[in-house]
């Protein structure tokens, strides 16, 4: 059985949002919810400034602390046996525990109705297609329901889920495919032929909050100095 994991090269990502945009897309996340985020950032002053930019998703901690803390049993989130950190819809309640456990700020309540929470197409986009007479938004992709859901029910949690859908079809989770400069890499850390462990034995590499104990499988190689001395 694989265990999933991502690389990010930080010296190829160029901070263009496709894997956010990618992401919304595929799995109908609405505005004000980033299952693949950012973390952007500027420190000092001239002459030497410097700026950060690391995206974010769920880290599908080997050590998941929003798992733990789920008090449905069974578990409403919980660990596929590929490692996968995924959520159930049918026995979430909604106490946002798990969200408030996360050390990263990645699960999302959602207090949305199926009417509205494809409310992530924006306004000028909704006026657009109401001008042009269109039917065919706002969007919504029927895939994830193959393991997840289409459209999550209001009053429950939800979160990346590395694209499980795509995943169990052979796929790579949408912001990997979607990224145009390859900065995102996919696959089994168990595998030592995988690209991902040939990566992590390669480069350096660095975890978001390790003093957390999670043991994320997202990991993070080259980052760079963009002090400009």
Known sequence: MARYGMVIDLR???????CNIGCKGENNVQTGFFWAHHIQRSDGAFPNPSYTYIPTLCNHCENPPCVEACPVTPKAIFQTEDGIVMQSAERCIGCVRCQDAC???????????????????????????????????????????????????????????????????????????VCPAVARIFGDLDDPNSDVSRLLREHEHFVLKPEEGTKPKVFYIQQFDQKTA
Not at 12 to 18: F, L, M, N, Y
């Open 103 to 177: 050390p990263y700020g990645v699960i999302f309540y959602n207090e949305w109705d199926e009417a509205t929470h494809p409310a992530w197409r924006t306004e000028e986009a909704m006026d657009l297609n109401a001008r042009v007479g269109g039917d065919v938004l706002p969007y919504s992709n029927p895939d994830p329901g193959l393991t997840y859901e289409v459209i999550r029910r209001p009053d429950i949690v939800e979160k990346c889920t590395f694209c499980h859908h795509r995943v169990q079809a052979g796929e790579l989770p949408r912001c990997v495919e």
């Open 12 to 18: 190829r990502c160029i901070g263009c949002d496709a």
